[in-house]
């Protein structure tokens, strides 16, 4: 896939999904979807379909809940009981135990939310400050286990008492959650039908900023992708020598 978890701003084309960092760059698999598509026709079906049905309060594609979260807590998660530097992101959370007892997360995203191998889930989880709560925030994202394609992204909000809200959500396929200079920056790839896993056709990267209680939409930027590179064969140009003066 092409940058799913590329930089902010919809650089970086080459790869699948690939573990956040502060500016979202990443790696690369291109193997067929399992679970969720088995091939670039059923992508395609499941863009089409959307997944699911809530829409979203700031346009887009997908399912989406900005708002804030309601007054149950989600999960209680005991801080670290080691002292941390300055400015590092703590406490680390269980995410898999946020997102089973949070009843914004849909079933079908619970269908894939089990151990890939031994007892590591297809989860992702980025620390950093959103919401200007008192500790960093938490963005989970949610993948396949065989193919890495996000299916789900979340951001948790800290409360005072060491519990957390789920103050965003966006269900669909090919999705990934990053941190970046204190905006959440959501990325979609878009396939065709037609498309291979590892080639969609376009993506969509969107820019949320905290305002009050919820986050609203700053940017968005849409990317189309050409269709005549990615076969990997050919062999790169040779180097060539400036002129002598």
Not at 89 to 111: F, G, H, I, T, W
Not at 169 to 181: K, L, M, N, W
């Amino acid at each position: 896939m092409r940058g799913l978890r590329g930089s902010g701003d919809g650089r970086g084309r080459a790869g699948t999904i690939g573990h956040p960092t502060g500016d979202g760059t990443g790696g690369a698999r291109g193997r067929a979807l399992t679970g969720w598509a088995a091939s670039s026709a059923a992508l395609a079906g499941l863009a089409a379909f959307g997944l699911f049905a809530v829409s979203c309060s700031t346009g887009g594609t997908g399912t989406r809940d900005e708002g804030p979260a309601g007054t149950d807590p989600v999960a209680r998660v005991t801080p670290s009981t080691t002292a941390s530097a300055p400015g590092r992101p703590v406490p680390r959370v269980a995410p898999v135990d946020l997102l089973k007892a949070d009843p914004k997360v849909s079933e079908r995203v619970r269908s894939v939310l089990r151990p890939c191998t031994g007892d590591e889930y297809p989860v992702d989880t980025s620390y950093g400050r959103l919401t200007g709560g008192p500790t960093a925030d938490v963005v989970v994202n949610v993948m396949t286990c065989g193919d890495s394609v996000g299916v789900g992204t979340y951001v948790y909000r800290p409360r005072p008492d060491g519990t957390y809200e789920n103050v965003f959500t966006v269900e669909q396929p090919a999705v990934y959650g990053t941190i970046d200079r204190g905006d959440l920056v959501v990325t979609t790839q878009l396939y065709g039908k037609k498309d291979a896993v590892a080639y969609p056709s376009a993506e969509e990267v969107i820019t949320y900023h905290w305002a009050g209680s919820r986050f609203s939409e700053q940017d968005r930027v849409h990317n189309d992708f050409n269709r005549a590179v990615g076969s990997g064969d050919g062999d790169l140009p040779a180097p060539t020598e400036p002129p002598e003066n």
